[in-house]
Nanobody
Framework: QVQLVESGGGLVQAGGSLRLSCAASGSGFSAYSMGWYRQAPGKQRELVAS???????NNADSVKGRFTISRQNAKNTVYLQMNSLKPEDTAVYYCNAKRTLARTYDYWGQGTQVTVSS
């Protein structure tokens, strides 16, 4: 069982930066792949960036070159550094933890609002 709490969202002007944090509690954090998703009103939730337990990262085309996902296993925390923000980045951002063994374990935080003004 893993509990996830996002923080760091807020209001920022276009071109600005934010760093989101996701703090995990529970067991086995270092073994989970972690991801950041976002969902805008009327839109489906989409994957923004992910990082495996081994540190391999992947980013959506829409954020490549602007967002960076990282993790600090000693702190049970994953981060999303968001630079050069655009109004199109406005959404609720969710943290996800996923691990597949004999079954898939999938956990979600409650989300943090990011609003980018023009």
């Amino acid at each position: 069982q893993v509990q996830l709490v996002e923080s760091g969202g807020g209001l920022v002007q276009a071109g600005g930066s934010l760093r989101l944090s996701c703090a995990a509690s529970g067991s086995g954090f270092s073994a989970y792949s972690m991801g950041w998703y976002r969902q805008a009103p009327g839109k489906q939730r989409e994957l923004v960036a992910s990082i495996t337990s081994g540190g391999r990262t992947n980013n959506a085309d829409s954020v490549k070159g602007r967002f960076t996902i990282s993790r600090q296993n000693a702190k049970n925390t994953v981060y999303l550094q968001m630079n050069s923000l655009k109004p199109e980045d406005t959404a609720v951002y969710y943290c996800n933890a996923k691990r597949t063994l004999a079954r898939t374990y999938d956990y979600w935080g409650q989300g943090t609002q990011v609003t980018v003004s023009s």
